[in-house]
């Protein structure tokens, strides 16, 4: 039997699915969006042609169609959830590029355009930490008064090095400035990072972990670097041949992360989840349940749990 405190199956990590339901007493789904957002690094502010991974959606390839309104994006998505979980409540998730990248009118608009729908206890905007002015984060306060308010902020990698490599182009010192601006404001905020960028080694990707464990963060997201066709990256790939992870090597990196981490972080995602007809490399990435399924039979193996190493 599982003795972890934060679950109710046979996961030994604190899952989003658990969180959700333990808050809110309901199945819960996030709707992914797209709402037309560009960043910062693509238009020449700090940068041009975005991240070296990032698609041509601006890694929201399972968001909404840009052709269509907010509203029958949402629609669609809430329709087909409903035949199966007619009582689910939503959460509307801007995953597209950076959703805080334009004017607080704007922000507004899209914001409130499916805050209105029956059943959405909350919104889910994921971004920049260079892209939250201060009229911004007012704004924010004031959404997170009304409800339930999640900040997304893409890091990735805490190694400046990389940072370059991939083209992020913001400081760490950025990055934990908006994370203290946000948790000032007591705004939930998740980090996203990369496991298996060029060059990392598995010390650097733990150092990530360590230096996160020790921020007032609310979830994690880890992602599995894939190669995804027409981007930067695949033209890296083809140059110069890195080493991208092995399943086996993934798993025991993620295990070792998940010890680390302070046991009441939501670890909101634990594996990539490309779109297999633009996956260039790792292939094992296609069969996300056999990824899920191998952490958690390494955690048992280890009779391991969220945390157990953590210094928090």
Not at 193 to 215: A, D, F
Not at 237 to 248: G, T
Request: positive net charge.
């Amino acid at each position: 039997m599982n003795k972890f405190k934060y679950s109710d199956s046979n996961k030994r990590y604190h899952t989003l699915d658990y969180f959700y339901k333990s808050k809110f007493r309901s199945k819960v789904f996030k709707v992914s969006l797209n709402a037309g957002f560009s960043c910062p690094n693509k238009d020449g502010t700090v940068g041009y042609g975005g991240c070296i991974y990032c698609s041509k959606l601006g890694s929201g390839d399972f968001g909404g169609d840009i052709e269509k309104s907010l509203e029958e994006q949402f629609v669609e998505v809430r329709n087909m959830m409903l035949k199966k979980w007619p009582d689910a409540k939503y959460i509307a998730y801007f995953q597209a590029n950076s959703n805080t990248y334009a004017p607080v009118k704007t922000l507004k608009e899209k914001y409130e355009s499916v805050l209105k729908f029956d059943n959405v206890i909350g919104l889910s905007i994921a971004t920049r930490p260079d892209c939250i002015s201060d009229e911004c984060l007012d704004y924010l306060e004031q959404l997170n008064q009304k409800t339930y308010l999640t900040v997304e902020l893409g890091l990735q990698t805490i190694h400046e090095k990389t940072s370059k490599l991939i083209n992020r182009c913001h400081t760490l010192e950025c990055f934990e400035k908006c994370v203290k601006k946000l948790r000032d404001k007591n705004i939930n905020v998740v980090v996203h990072i990369i496991n298996g960028l060029p060059y990392e080694t598995k010390e650097m990707m733990l150092e990530t972990v360590k230096y996160l464990n020790k921020l007032d963060i609310q979830g994690i997201k880890i992602h599995m670097l894939h190669i995804i066709k027409d981007t930067a990256l695949e033209q890296l790939y083809r140059k110069k041949q890195f080493h991208i992870l092995s399943r086996e090597e993934y798993v025991n990196i993620v295990c070792d992360q998940l010890e680390l981490l302070n046991e009441e972080i939501v670890i909101n995602r634990i594996t990539g989840d490309p779109n297999p007809k633009d996956l260039v490399e790792p292939t094992w990435l296609i069969k996300k349940f056999g990824v899920l399924n191998e952490i958690d039979k390494e955690m048992a193996r280890r009779d391991s749990y969220q945390g157990i190493k953590s210094d928090n």
